[in-house]
């Protein structure tokens, strides 16, 4: 079983940077590939970057490529986002999951935290 707790969420002017944090329980965390995601009002939730729990391979989706990096802790049981340069259309509630699939498909995910929001002002 793992727990997902995300933090660092808030609101930031267009070309700004935001650290989201992920923070999990469990002592097997780093068995787990960790995919952070996010949904706008309206659509669909949507991958965002992922990286892999033995090697730290990542992915990421092409609208956030050069922008955001994908990086975690195993001893600390962390997966951080840091994101630059946002974009108003970045605005939604981003999410981390924890998998022990290497998927970018949010219904292969096992572990969800509860999000936290992301607003871009332009």
């Known amino acids: 079983q793992v727990q997902l707790v995300e933090s660092g969420g808030g609101l930031v002017q267009a070309g700004g940077s935001l650290r989201l944090s992920c923070a999990a329980s469990g002592r097997t965390f780093g068995r787990y590939a960790v995919g952070w995601f996010r949904q706008a009002p309206g659509k669909e939730r949507e991958f965002v970057a992922r990286?892999?729990?033995?090697?730290?391979?990542?992915t990421y989706t092409s609208s956030v490529k050069g922008r955001f990096t994908i990086s975690r802790d195993n001893a600390k049981n962390t997966v951080s986002l840091q994101m630059n340069s946002l974009k108003p259309e970045d605005t939604a509630v981003y999410y981390c999951?924890?998998?022990?699939?290497?998927?970018?498909?949010?219904?292969?995910?096992?572990?969800w935290g509860q999000g936290t929001q992301v607003t871009v002002s332009s």
């Open positions: 999951a924890a998998t022990t699939k290497l998927t970018i498909f949010a219904g292969d995910y096992d572990y």
């Open positions: 990286i892999a729990g033995i090697g730290g391979i990542t």
